[in-house]
């Protein structure tokens, strides 16, 4: 069965820090550039983070950078977003996507056919 698994979301505390991870199984993760997203409530879903087939390549949404940081563990077949100094406006689901290239080019705003499997999701709240 082809999925994919997030975990790690949670409730923190402005400025904190989460690592959510992703778990694929079904297929390779190095095998597709991988993407995180996310979607706040009465907002659209936007793309948060991509990292290229070849693990080398990153990319990261303006809102995030510095902050977050996106990575690939082969042998766990997992891709891992890191979200450090997290503020209110980072509270959203996130949702870790495979996507149908090779490279994070555009990732944000590909026809919908590009995104191959979708998780279910992850809650992650930044509240004092």
């Known amino acids: 069965q082809l999925q994919l698994v997030e975990s790690g979301g949670g409730l923190v505390q402005p400025g904190g820090s989460l690592t959510l991870s992703c778990a694929a199984s079904g297929f390779t993760v190095n095998n597709n550039a991988m993407a995180w997203f996310r979607q706040a409530p009465g907002k659209e879903r936007e793309g948060v983070s991509c990292?290229?087939?070849?693990?080398?390549?990153?990319s990261y949404a303006d809102s995030v950078r510095v902050r977050f940081t996106i990575s690939r563990d082969k042998a766990a077949n997992t891709v891992t977003l890191q979200m450090d100094n997290l503020k209110h406006e980072d509270t959203a689901v996130y949702y870790c996507?495979?996507?149908?290239?090779?490279?994070?080019?555009?990732?944000?705003?590909?026809?919908?056919?590009?995104?191959?499997?979708w998780g279910q999701g992850a809650q992650v709240t930044v509240s004092s």
């Open positions: 990292i290229g087939r070849s693990g080398t390549t990153t």
């Open positions: 996507v495979a996507i149908k290239r090779y490279y994070c080019l555009d990732y944000r705003s590909l026809p919908a056919q590009e995104y191959d499997y």
